[in-house]
């Protein structure tokens, strides 16, 4: 049977994170560079990204190095992060002018110290294999970890998904009963064993948290039975 809500194909893959500025940026285990969703009001996407880490001159340097940014500003910062305003640099060979030519829709993109982590919508398999091909015939390092028909739900659009960092930093604490009442860990215990500062975790947990509330929060609201 067809699902009327089926529509296109979401592919999960992995990038190396490019840029001689990008080993000093690798060294902090705070290190967390986020592609914020938005609309364009113009003919090309100026992509935002809110950047998370100790160095923020490491950050910079990073944007400023890596070969698909053209340009760079910074639009605001606080302690959760500071906010960029970027603009693509698309040249022939490169990952994003793959995804251009296919009618791609990155979804989400993620760059930690394991490298990009993006999702990406193409409106069709022939679209998909296309892709694919290309990145194959112009040497393109990608490391597909995911492909299946997308679902558009109207009731829940689309939303930027945890980072890999705090899933693994919510998956941990959970096994490890920081959940629980009373705590049958602590959370420095936690933070040893990813190798970072119990600051550090208590920050990754809380913006992870707040995440799935809100998106809990948005499916009540969103579901008409829940009224």
């Given at each position: ?166 899933l693994t930093a919510l998956r941990l604490a959970f096994e490890r009963g920081y959940f629980e009442t009373p705590k049958e ?7 040893s064993q990813l190798g970072i500062t119990e600051q550090a975790l208590s920050q990754r947990l809380r913006r992870a948290l ?18």
């Amino acid at each position: 049977m067809t699902d009327d809500h089926a529509s296109g194909y979401e592919v999960e893959l992995g990038h190396p994170l490019a840029g001689p500025s990008s080993d000093v940026a690798l060294d902090d285990p705070e290190f967390e560079l986020t592609l914020v969703g938005g609309i364009p009001v113009t003919g090309e996407p100026v992509p935002y990204f809110v950047a998370r880490g100790s160095d923020r001159e490491a950050l910079d340097g990073l944007l400023d190095d890596h070969a698909s940014i053209d340009r760079f500003e910074p639009i605001s910062d606080g302690p959760e992060g500071r906010l960029y305003r970027c603009e693509w640099a698309t040249r022939d060979g490169d990952i994003i002018s793959a995804i251009h030519e296919c009618d791609g829709i990155v979804r989400r993109m993620v760059g930690t110290s394991y490298g990009w982590s993006l999702s990406v919508y193409f409106p069709s398999n022939e679209l998909t294999t296309r892709f694919h091909d290309a990145c194959l015939s112009r040497d393109i390092d990608i490391d597909v970890r995911r492909v299946e028909p997308a679902r558009l739900d109207e009731r829940h659009p689309p939303d930027i998904a945890l980072s890999e960092k705090q899933l693994t930093a919510l998956r941990l604490a959970f096994e490890r009963g920081y959940f629980e009442t009373p705590k049958e860990t602590a959370l420095d215990d936690i933070a040893s064993q990813l190798g970072i500062t119990e600051q550090a975790l208590s920050q990754r947990l809380r913006r992870a948290l707040r995440h799935l509330v809100g998106s809990a929060i948005d499916d009540l609201e969103r579901d008409p039975r829940s009224e």
